[in-house]
C-alpha cells in the first residue's frame, strides 16, 4: 500500500477516536462495550470457582432395612448400621436417613438427587457369600437424572464411595476374625510344644540310619533289573520290526513271481510284435522309396518341360529385343535431324527397357528351372540311398533281435524267476523262527517286570516311611528352634484391628500432579475468557458501524475504510482483553506467568475481532449469523470444558480449525506453567486466521458489494430490520459494457432489455415460490429423517450439516433471483438516461472511470469524494462487477 494511503488509514482512525472522545455518550456507550464482555468471563468463572467443594447440598436419601446377622464366622455383624454410622460422619454430600418408601419417593419427586436402600439381609447375604453359599450382596440405587445433567455423576461417585465403604469394613472384619482365630491355634501350639520333645528324636534318628541303607540295596537291585528289562525290550522290538517285515516280504515275493510269469509271457509277445513291426517297416520303406521316386521324377520331367518354354520364349524375347535395338538405332540417327521424332524416340527407348528387363527376367527364371531340376534329380538320387541303407538296417536288426535279444531276455526271466522261488521258502521259515523267539523275550520281559514292580513298591513304601519320618524329625526340631518359636510369636503379637484395616485398604494412590490448577475456576478461566473475547468482537461489530464515511478525507478506497474501522475496532478488542484478563488476575485466577497471559488474550482479541469484522463487513448480517455459529461450533469442539476425545467425531474433524482452540491452550499455557514452545506454537497457529480474516475483507469484499447493498436496501424497506443502506459505504460497483452498450444503442438495446424483463418477470414468482417450498419441503424431510432413522449422534450431526448446506444453497439460489432482477431494473432506469447522466453514472459506479474521475477531481474541493458521499449513492442495483 502507498505511504499516502496508510496515513489515510491513520487519519480515519484519529478521526474516528476523536469523534468518540468529544461525545460523552459515546464514552459511556464504548466502555459499557468494553466492560460487558469481562463481566460475562467473571461471573461463569466465579460461578465454577470450586463447585465440587458445595456438594454437601445435594440432597442422597439412606435407607436402612438391614437386620444383622449372627454367625460362628464373624460373631455379630450388622453391615448397614455400620455404614450408617459412616456416612453420619461423611459431609461430601447431604445424606439424608429416612424409610425406604420415602427415599424412594423423594426421587421421583426430585426432593431428593438420589437414594441408596440396604436390604434387610444385606449382612447375611455378604456372609453367605463370603462361604459361597449366596451371590454377592447388593445396595438398591436410585437416582433421577431428569434434574441436573452433573448432579447424577457426583451421586454416582458417591454410591461408589458407599459400595467400597461398605467392602472394606467387611473385608476387615473378616480379616480380624481369620486373625483372631490363628492366634487363638498358635496359643494351642506353644502349650503342646514341651510335650513332644524328649526321646522322640533319637528314635527317629535311628529309624532313618536304617532305612537309607535297606534302600540303597534296593537301588542297586533295581538297577540291574531295569538293565535286563531294556536288553530284553530291545530283542522284542528288533523282533517285532522283524516279523512286521515279513509278511510285507511274503507279499512282494509272490507279486514278483506273478510279474515274473506275466513278464515271461509278455516277452514272448513283445518278440513277435518286434518281428512283425521289422518287417512291416521294411515294407514301407520300400513303397516310400518307390513313390519318392515316382514323385521326383514326374517333378523332373515337370521342370524340364516348363524350361523348355521358358527357353523358347527366350529366344523370342531376345529376337524382338534385337529387333527392337535395330529401330531404336535408325530412329535416333533419323532424330538428329527431325526433332518431331523425340517423342516416338523416348517411347521406343522405354519399350526396349522393358524388353530387356524382360529378358533378365525370363534367363533368371530358366536358370531357376535349371538348378530346381538339378536339385529334383540330387533328391531322388539321396532318397533311393537312403531307402536302400534303411532296409539293411532293419535286416540286420532283425536278425539280431531274433538271435541274440529275444534268447537273453527269456533265460533272464527264467533265473529270476527260480530265485524267487528260492527266497519265499526261506521267509516262511522265519517267520516260525521269529514268532518262537518273540514268545521267549516276552516271558523273560513279563518276569523282569515283576520284580522290577516289586523292588519299587518296597522302595516307594521305605521312601514313603522315612519322608514321614523326616517331617516329624523336622517338625520336632521347628517346634524346638527359636525361628519358628520367633514367628509363632509374631503372629500372636498382631493386632487384629490392625490387620483388619490393612486388609481392607492394603493399597494407598500416591499422586503426583503435573502442571497443577488450584481451583476449578482457574481451569475453566481459558474457555470462559476466550469466549468473552468472541462475545464482545460480536458486539463491536453489532453496535460500530462497519463502513467509514467519507467527510472530511477526501477520496478513500474501500481497503483504506476496511483497514481503518478495522484498527478501530481492533483497538476497542485490545481494552477489552486487557479488562477481562486484568479482572481474572485479580480475581485469584491462578497464573504462573502474567505476561504470557495477558499477551495471549490481547493477540486472542485482535485475532477474533477481525475474523469477525471481516464477515459481517463482506456479508452483512449473514457474516454476522456464520459468527455466531463459529461461536457456537467452537462452545463443544475447542476442548474448553470436556476434552475433544470425549465428543463426536464431527467435533474432532473440526477441532483443529477452530480459533478458540488455540486461544485456550495459549491460556492454559500461562496458568498452568510453560512446556517447550507450545504457548508460542498456539499463537502461530492462531496467527494463521488473520490472512483468511484479509483476504475475506480486502479480497471477498468488492466483490459482493452489490450484494451487500441489495440486502440493506431490501431490509430498509422493511422499517423493521437494521440495515446500513446509505451510511458511508462505498458506491455500487457495475460493468462498463453495460454502459457502453447502452451509450451506443439505446433504442436497441432497451428493446432487447426490456424483452428480456418481460421473461424474468413472468417467471420470477414461479423461482421465489419454488425457492421456499424447497426451504419448507427439504426441512420437513430432513426433520423426518432424523426422527425415523436411527443413525446415533454423529450421524445425527452429519444429516444436521447437510441440511443446513441445503438451507444455505437454496437461500443462495433465492439471492441469486432477487439480484438477477434488481440488475435487471438498473439496467432499465440507466437505459432511460441521457449521455451527460450516463456518463456520470459510469463515473460513480464504474471501478475504472470512478479511480479516474477520483484522480481528476482529487484536491479540488472534495470533488474526488462526492461519488461516495450519501447524496450519491447508488440505487443498490446493477451487474456484478
Not at 533272464?412 to 519265499?424: E, K, P, Q, V, Y
Not at 518359636?485 to 490392625?498: E, F, H, K, R, Y
Not at 486466521?689 to 450484494?707: E, I, K, Q, S
Not at 458511508?728 to 436497441?748: E, I, M, S, W, Y
Request: proline residues 3%.
Amino acid at each position: 500500500m502507498r505511504p499516502g494511503g496508510v496515513r489515510t488509514i491513520f487519519q480515519l482512525f484519529a478521526r474516528d477516536v476523536r469523534r468518540l472522545a468529544h461525545n460523552p455518550v459515546a464514552i459511556i456507550v464504548t466502555l459499557g462495550v468494553c466492560v460487558i464482555p469481562s463481566l460475562y468471563a467473571w461471573y461463569c468463572i466465579a460461578a465454577n470457582w470450586d463447585p465440587y467443594a458445595n456438594t454437601d447440598g445435594i440432597r442422597v436419601a439412606v435407607s436402612n432395612e438391614d437386620e444383622g446377622t449372627d454367625n460362628n464366622l464373624t460373631g455379630r455383624m450388622d453391615a448397614g448400621a455400620q455404614l450408617v454410622e459412616a456416612l453420619r460422619d461423611n459431609h461430601q454430600l447431604g445424606w439424608t436417613f429416612v424409610s425406604s418408601e420415602e427415599a424412594v419417593q423423594g426421587v421421583y419427586a426430585g426432593t431428593y438427587f438420589a437414594a441408596i436402600v440396604i436390604p434387610p439381609h444385606f449382612s447375611a447375604d455378604m456372609v453367605g457369600a463370603a462361604r459361597g453359599e449366596a451371590p454377592a450382596p447388593q445396595l438398591q440405587y436410585y437416582v433421577n437424572e431428569e434434574q441436573n445433567a452433573v448432579a447424577p455423576k457426583i451421586t454416582d461417585a458417591g454410591a461408589a464411595q458407599v459400595e467400597r465403604q461398605v467392602n472394606e469394613a467387611f473385608v476387615g472384619a473378616l480379616t480380624r476374625v481369620v486373625v483372631e482365630r490363628a492366634q487363638a491355634e498358635g496359643r494351642s501350639v506353644l502349650e503342646a510344644e514341651s510335650q513332644a520333645e524328649g526321646g522322640l528324636l533319637q528314635g527317629v534318628d535311628q529309624a532313618l540310619a536304617a532305612l537309607d541303607q535297606m534302600r540303597a540295596s534296593l537301588a542297586c537291585a533295581v538297577s540291574t533289573v531295569e538293565a535286563s528289562k531294556g536288553a530284553a525290550a530291545d530283542v522284542r522290538c528288533t523282533l517285532a520290526d522283524v516279523q512286521a517285515q515279513l509278511p510285507e516280504l511274503s507279499r512282494a515275493l509272490d507279486e514278483n513271481a506273478a510279474l515274473l510269469d506275466q513278464a515271461r509271457r509278455d516277452a514272448g509277445a513283445y518278440t513277435a510284435a518286434v518281428t512283425d513291426a521289422i518287417e512291416r517297416a521294411r515294407m514301407l520303406v520300400g513303397d516310400a522309396s518307390s513313390k519318392a521316386n515316382q514323385s521326383v521324377g514326374e517333378a523332373a520331367s515337370t521342370l524340364a518341360a516348363l524350361k523348355g518354354r521358358v527357353d523358347s520364349a527366350l529366344a523370342t524375347a531376345e529376337n524382338l529385343a534385337s529387333t527392337s535395338q535395330q529401330a531404336l538405332d535408325e530412329l535416333r540417327r533419323q532424330a538428329a535431324d527431325r526433332p518431331e521424332l523425340a517423342d516416338a524416340l523416348a517411347q521406343l527407348e522405354d519399350q526396349v527397357a522393358q524388353q530387356e528387363a524382360t529378358l533378365q527376367a525370363l534367363r533368371a527364371a530358366s536358370d531357376a528351372l535349371a538348378g530346381a531340376a538339378q536339385d529334383a534329380a540330387d533328391a531322388l538320387q539321396a532318397a533311393t540311398q537312403a531307402a536302400q541303407d534303411e532296409a539293411g538296417v532293419l535286416s540286420q536288426a532283425q536278425r539280431s533281435f531274433a538271435t541274440e535279444v529275444a534268447p537273453q531276455l527269456a533265460s533272464a526271466l527264467d533265473s529270476l524267476s527260480r530265485a524267487t522261488g528260492t527266497l519265499s521258502q526261506a521267509v516262511a521259515g522265519l517267520e516260525t523262527a521269529t514268532a518262537n523267539a518273540d514268545a521267549a523275550t516276552g516271558q523273560l520281559q513279563t518276569v523282569l517286570d515283576e520284580a522290577g514292580q516289586a523292588l519299587t513298591s518296597a522302595d516307594d513304601a521305605l521312601g514313603a516311611l522315612r519322608d514321614r519320618l523326616a517331617r516329624t524329625a523336622g517338625d520336632l526340631a521347628a517346634l524346638r528352634g527359636s525361628a519358628a518359636s520367633a514367628g509363632l510369636s509374631t503372629l500372636l503379637g498382631i493386632n487384629p484391628q490392625d490387620a483388619g484395616g490393612f486388609m481392607a485398604s492394603p493399597v494407598t494412590l500416591h499422586t503426583e500432579t503435573i502442571y497443577p490448577v488450584n481451583t476449578y475456576g482457574a481451569g475453566v478461566a481459558p474457555f470462559y475468557t476466550n469466549l468473552a473475547l468472541w462475545v464482545g468482537g460480536l458486539i463491536l461489530v453489532t453496535i460500530f458501524k462497519l463502513e467509514v464515511d467519507r467527510e472530511g478525507e477526501g477520496a478513500v478506497s474501500a481497503a483504506q475504510g476496511y483497514v481503518g474501522r478495522w484498527l478501530l475496532l481492533g483497538t476497542l478488542g485490545l481494552v477489552q482483553a486487557t479488562i477481562v484478563c486484568a479482572g481474572d488476575l485479580i480475581m485469584g485466577v491462578q497464573c504462573t506467568n502474567v505476561a504470557a497471559f495477558m499477551g495471549a488474550g490481547l493477540f486472542a482479541s485482535f485475532v477474533y475481532v477481525g475474523l469477525i469484522y471481516a464477515l459481517a463487513v463482506a456479508f452483512r448480517h449473514i457474516g454476522k449469523a456464520v459468527a455466531v455459529v463459529l461461536l457456537i461450533m467452537q462452545i463443544p469442539g475447542s476442548s474448553g470444558m470436556y476434552p475433544v476425545q470425549m465428543m463426536s467425531g464431527f467435533f474432532q474433524a473440526v477441532h483443529p480449525f477452530l480459533p478458540f482452540t488455540y486461544g485456550i491452550d495459549a491460556l492454559r499455557e500461562a496458568i498452568g506453567g510453560m512446556y517447550g514452545a507450545h504457548y508460542f506454537i498456539d499463537l502461530g497457529y492462531l496467527a494463521l486466521f488473520l490472512p483468511v480474516a484479509l483476504l475475506v475483507g480486502l479480497v471477498a469484499r468488492p466483490y459482493l458489494l452489490n450484494v451487500n447493498l441489495l440486502f440493506d436496501r431490501k431490509l430498509a424497506e422493511t422499517d423493521v430490520l437494521v440495515g446500513e443502506a446509505g451510511e458511508g459505504q462505498p458506491g455500487g460497483r457495475f460493468r462498463l459494457r453495460t454502459v457502453v452498450r447502452a451509450l451506443l444503442d439505446t433504442a436497441d438495446y432497451r428493446t432487447a432489455l426490456l424483452a428480456r424483463v418481460a421473461r424474468f418477470d413472468a417467471g420470477y414468482p414461479r423461482l421465489v415460490r419454488t425457492g421456499f417450498a424447497l426451504l419448507v419441503g427439504l426441512s420437513a424431510c430432513m426433520a423426518v429423517l432424523m426422527m425415523v432413522l436411527d443413525v446415533g449422534p454423529n450421524g445425527k450431526i452429519v444429516m444436521l450439516v447437510i441440511w443446513i448446506a441445503l438451507l444455505i444453497a437454496v437461500s443462495a439460489f433465492l439471492i441469486v433471483v432477487e439480484y438477477v432482477r434488481a440488475s435487471l431494473n438498473y439496467q432499465v432506469r440507466l437505459s432511460t438516461l441521457d449521455e451527460t447522466e450516463m456518463r456520470s453514472e459510469a463515473r460513480a459506479h464504474v471501478p475504472c472511470c470512478a479511480k479516474a474521475g477520483a484522480s481528476a477531481g482529487a484536491g479540488a474541493d472534495g470533488a474526488g469524494a462526492s461519488a461516495n458521499t450519501p447524496e450519491s449513492q447508488p440505487p443498490q442495483d446493477g451487474d456484478a462487477s
